[in-house]
């Protein structure tokens, strides 16, 4: 059976400041206008994650809420996982090892850089820097969960906000 993984990075935060955490950073209004934008066109393609994993730092966690909402999904059942912020690549791959196999469609939120190096560890694609916001699809076809790993998965398809706005 065909999965799929779709990878997003969080949407543009407010700038990191010394009175701000970097874990705390917020969205700004330009990072929720790029996350309403991103979900309805998620939601055009009729795309229907059955589970949600994210960074729980703000700026990714509210990605993910923003995303959700305009799919229809109550946000209560979005999955935090802690190791995903500045857990490096290996921490995706441990969030995606463990998804049940009851699931072929999971979406997971996080940041750059780790997230951009996990999809080309995933697939050989070279995409330089996800974009803020960006939304990678990844296939993998006749695999389990816990048996992806490097070079498994096939990247269908790469959007930004930009492309999408470029689109309508």
Known sequence: MKKTLILVRHATAEDQNFRTKDFDRNLNNKGMA?????????????????????????RAYRTAEIIAGELGVNISSINPRPEIYNGGPRAYLGAVNTVPETFSTLILFGHNPDITYFAEYLTGANLGSMKKAGIAFIDFENLKWEEVSAKTGNLSLYKTPKQVRDDE
């Open 34 to 58: 790029e996350s309403q934008a991103m979900g309805k066109w998620l939601a055009e393609l009729n795309v229907k994650p059955e589970i949600f994993i994210s960074s729980p730092a703000s």
